[in-house]
């Protein structure tokens, strides 16, 4: 990944995301660390125009601020979607969690500072699995052995430390 493959910037409290090419799990790392910060955000837009693909453990991420964002009353919108990725999301039973516009995004924002060690690469794919398996039950099942080995993987590099 690129550190211009995903860019992130807040606007007074609305998240713009940038995403281009195979959004992946690298790609997860610091949307999952802005799921868990303390900011306050009022929107979230994802701009996917460039997006060529996403993994699993990208939708996962995608699905945990999702829950965060119901939380406060409004929903992500994805923005410039190719079909293929709506499918994506529609085969996980999440796409009801997001908004698809088709709109014009102004670019501008920061690199995302991709975090590169492996503990931090391991708990995302671990949590972002899980989020998917809480939101639809079929995915427990689909997902239930990364599940497992990303869990196993973070016991044994936490072990290493």
Known sequence: MKETDLVISNRSGCYIVTVSGRANFEYAVPLRDLAH??????????????CTAMDST???VLTMLALKAKKSGFTIEICNAQESLKKLLRDLGIAKMFSFKELEIAAGGENSGVKRDMLTTAETVEEAHRALADADPENAVRFKDVIEFSHQDVENLKKQQ
Do not use: L, V, Y
């Open 58 to 60: 990208f939708m996962g």
């Open 37 to 50: 910060s303390t900011a306050e955000f009022s929107a979230f837009q994802f701009d996917m125009k460039e």
